[in-house]
């Protein structure tokens, strides 16, 4: 069976920083662009961040670029994102996502049907 399995959620002070982590299983990991999106409470689907399947090429919504670091280890078939300078806006559920290769784009999209597969989410709560 497919799984990506997040991890590394919790509750941090704004400024402060989490790790996530994506780990996935079921298919051939390499192959696939993986992606972050995320859902604040009440609002819709945000896509955050991508990264080819070899990991030479990323991308970043605007609303986190140069505070976020998305990347992979294809030998463990796990994907991270690297989370600095949290702010209250960062609040949500994030969300691992994979999109086969041969069809990926460089940005996400938001809405969870683009994706081939899809995590079960890990909770990031930025407050003081």
């Known amino acids: 069976d497919v799984q990506l399995v997040e991890s590394g959620g919790g509750l941090v002070q704004p400024g402060g920083s989490l790790r996530l982590s994506c780990a996935a299983s079921g298919f051939t990991f390499s192959s696939y662009w993986m992606y972050w999106v995320r859902q604040a409470p009440g609002k819709g689907l945000e896509w955050v961040s991508s990264i080819n399947s070899g990991g030479g090429t990323t991308s970043y919504a605007d609303s986190v670029k140069g505070r976020f670091t998305i990347s992979r280890d294809n030998a463990k078939n796990t994907l991270y994102l690297q989370m600095n300078s949290l702010k209250p806006e960062d609040s949500a559920m994030y969300y691992c996502?994979?999109?086969?290769?041969?069809?990926?784009?460089?940005?996400?999209?938001?809405?969870?049907?683009?994706?081939?597969?899809w995590g079960q989410g890990t909770q990031v709560t930025v407050s003081s």
């Open positions: 996502a994979a999109r086969q290769g041969i069809s990926a784009t460089i940005f996400g999209r938001p809405f969870q049907s683009w994706y081939n597969y």
